[in-house]
């Protein structure tokens, strides 16, 4: 087998001769200038300007509709007072005349074998009643 020795790394005396440190960056924005100046606080502006826009216009919208959603109930209102008025103001139809007790009919009295149950006239026959169609009292 041919065996590789490897070279393991040593701690020895570190040079750093050969390492270069960078010249540091400079800022985006000046130091006298103002605070707001930046791109970020213009977008965020922005923002707030078209958000608000938004709401303005999206109100005044709902308010429109609003609007016009109680022209149109008014509108109803107003044909349904007009019927209510138009309908009290008519004479109420004539009824026609009818005596105030039909034909009244005369009961007759229970026969053997009947029984009135709560208005209602009972027949006995074989094994249980029978109802008739005849009132009683």
């Known amino acids: 087998m041919n065996r590789q020795v490897r070279d393991e790394p040593s701690i020895g005396s570190v040079d750093v001769s050969d390492i270069e440190f960078r010249k540091p960056r400079p800022r985006s924005q000046p130091e006298d200038a103002p605070p707001y100046a930046g791109l970020w606080w213009r977008i965020a502006l922005g923002i707030f300007v078209g958000l608000l826009a938004h709401s303005?216009?999206?109100?005044?919208?709902?308010?429109?509709?609003?609007?016009?959603?109680?022209q149109a109930i008014g509108v109803e209102f107003d044909k349904f007072e007009k019927e209510l008025k138009d309908t009290l103001a008519a004479p109420p139809p004539a009824r026609p005349a009818t005596p105030r007790r039909p034909h009244q009919r005369t009961l007759r009295p229970l026969a053997t074998g009947e029984r009135c149950v709560g208005g209602k006239r009972f027949r006995e026959v074989p094994n249980g009643w029978v109802q008739l169609d005849e009132r009683c009292r």
């Open 56 to 70: 303005i216009v999206t109100g005044l919208y709902v308010r429109w509709e609003i609007y016009k959603g109680l």
